[in-house]
């Protein structure tokens, strides 16, 4: 598949195969996905791969954050659903970014992050393997930072859920790219 195919044919992938992805297959792919631009190659990331007994903590952190309902029961289901969204996941990463304080190299250095992010999507999905980047409220919880080794002064640039697809997504519309191109002359 050419660049241009696999870029178009990726999908976020949410629902996995009950198969462990290998683990230095994904460092592997890490030790591509970096070679990006990267203004004064700060190379601001840090990769944290999370599983076994420290996923499971995870997924108790994410199981708490969505306790949520108006009664008892409904509660401990979308708890219980919370838990397994994670706890289902084959590998989890969690990138993480040293923040600078100049806010030129801070937005710099999310952009090459992202970039990272996106190389190692695309590295995965040529090999069969399906991912989500996921942010949000979790990423943001002090017990899940203390549970991942974020360090003060990093923030959470993505937790990357990992595995082989149970289901693909059909893919969904973009926006016509040419009705978004202006020419100046």
């Not at 601001?44 to 108006?70: D, M, Q, Y």
Request: aromatic fraction near 8%; include cysteine; hydrophobic fraction near 40%.
């Amino acid at each position: 598949m050419n660049l241009s195919e696999l870029m178009k044919d990726r999908r976020s992938i949410q629902l996995y195969e009950d198969r462990p992805v290998p683990l230095e297959e994904l460092k592997q792919m890490l030790e591509a996905a970096v070679w990006v631009p990267n203004h004064k190659m700060t190379q601001p990331w840090r990769f944290t791969f999370v599983h076994g007994e420290s996923l499971k903590r995870v997924a108790e952190i994410n199981r708490k954050l969505g306790e949520k309902g108006t009664d008892p029961e409904e509660r401990k289901a979308n708890g219980e659903k919370a838990y397994q969204k994670i706890a289902d996941v084959p590998a989890l990463l969690v990138v993480t970014i040293k923040e600078n304080h100049n806010p030129k190299f801070r937005e710099e250095d999310y952009a090459a992050t992202s970039c990272v992010i996106q190389n190692f999507s695309l590295l995965a999905w040529e090999k069969g393997i399906g991912m989500i980047w996921k942010t949000g409220a979790l990423t943001m919880e002090d017990e899940f930072r203390e549970a991942v080794g974020v360090q003060p002064g990093e923030r959470v640039a993505g937790m990357l859920q990992i595995g082989y697809p149970a289901k693909v997504p059909k893919p969904r519309p973009r926006a016509d790219v040419q009705q978004l191109i202006t020419e100046l002359d």
